[in-house]
């Protein structure tokens, strides 16, 4: 069972019957001139960085191929972006159709998405990784699993309150185990049936707890403070092969995974959840009917043609799907690099390279 948040509806201009796609990909040249200070875009038709705007760090000029004199450049590491496999994405894309989607496509609103084959994508993907269970579960999706938890903590909440019939709360708590995802209290705050407290009693019938395992920022795999499992809002956006050692498939009541960490397309903003409670389920497409009008139809064809790729190579002999595969060495190598800049600083509790 699917539900893509609450619709999937993409324009009010969609009147026009015919298609008149484009091809990206046949916008890229051959060799990108931007490299290594920057990355072609088709659509702008110049260089940019990560975030559409400039160059990467310490480079400049139209062709990002100036670099400033290392000794003096200082890299600004303020937040991530999943860019480590966008190498893949590039070689992967020019083997496949890329053109934007048709403007008959689906121009309603729609409150599910039954025949979408993302439900069976996403279950043979955790299936062949191991990471997640999903029978009993109900998938819900949403725009980036931002938005998952904060529609969960609003459906959990109201439905916590409105079981409660002696001394109740006018709002539940939300504990989070430090340290933390620091964009954590903001959505907390966004919620009027649910407020943080991070000292709040892991005992009370009145406490949620936002667990993320692995943890961002420091990769620990953590345990649950909070008793009743239930109340459990199991960020999981980086339990998967490349990032953490998989040590079991769990099977938990809330589990959270997003296309951003997982496939690196944070731009999509695509993200899901497995409920076990089919209620709870049934609850959340509506809680996120309040942040959003509508999801893109864009995003989930999007990340319905990358999982269906990283899904069509066979494993190899380590067991872990190519795509796994490749980010995972990336990873090390990048990790490996940036331990040998780093020799040379004072650091502390500076952890080792292996892999989990």
């Known amino acids: 069972m699917w539900f893509i948040g609450v619709r999937v509806g993409v324009t009010l201009l969609a009147l026009v019957v015919t298609c008149s796609s484009t091809d ?61 496999v966008a190498e893949y994405w590039l070689n992967h894309s020019r083997q496949e159709p890329c053109d934007t989607t048709p403007a008959y496509y689906r121009p309603a609103y729609q409150r599910s998405a039954d025949a979408s084959s993302l439900p069976t994508s996403g279950g043979e993907l955790h299936a062949v990784t191991h990471n997640a269970k999903t029978d009993g579960h109900v998938m819900v999706g949403g725009m980036g699993a931002t938005m998952v938890i904060h529609a969960t903590i609003i459906a959990l909440s109201e439905q916590i309150l409105q079981n409660c019939t002696v001394n109740c709360p006018s709002k539940v708590d939300v504990l989070v185990q430090s340290p933390y995802y620091s964009g954590y209290p903001s959505i907390v705050g966004l919620v009027g049936t649910a ?14 707890e936002i667990l993320t395992d692995p943890n961002n ?27 953490t050692t998989l040590n079991e498939s769990l099977s938990e009541p809330i589990m959270v995974f997003s296309s951003s960490k997982h496939e690196g397309l944070a731009g999509s903003r695509f993200g899901w959840g497995l409920f076990r409670d089919a209620g709870l389920a049934h609850k959340v497409p509506a809680a996120v009917d309040t942040l959003v009008l509508g999801l893109s139809v864009d995003a989930e064809l999007r990340v319905l043609s990358s999982l269906q790729a990283i899904l069509s190579e066979a494993p190899s002999p380590s067991g872990l799907l190519p795509f796994h595969e490749f980010s995972q060495q990336l990873l090390l190598q990048r990790f490996k690099q940036l331990a040998a800049v780093l020799t040379c600083a004072t650091l502390t509790n500076w952890p080792s390279s292996s892999h989990g």
Do not use: K
């Not at 260089?47 to 600004?76: I, K, N, V, W």
């Not at 407020?195 to 949620?208: C, E, M, R």
């Open 24 to 84: 990206i990909c046949g916008l890229y040249p051959p060799e990108d001139p931007c490299r290594p200070g920057g990355l072609w875009d088709p659509v702008t038709r110049r260089c940019s960085g990560y975030m559409a705007l400039g160059c990467f760090q310490c480079y400049s000029g139209p062709l990002c191929q100036t670099q400033e004199d290392p000794l003096q450049c200082q890299l600004r590491a303020t937040a991530g972006n999943p860019m480590v």
């Open 195 to 208: 407020q943080w407290n991070s000292t709040a009693d892991p005992a009370s019938p009145y406490t949620i």
């Open 217 to 243: 920022p420091n990769g620990e795999r953590r345990s649950p403070r909070v008793q009743d499992p239930s109340h459990v809002i199991r960020d999981m956006v980086y339990y998967w092969p490349m990032y």
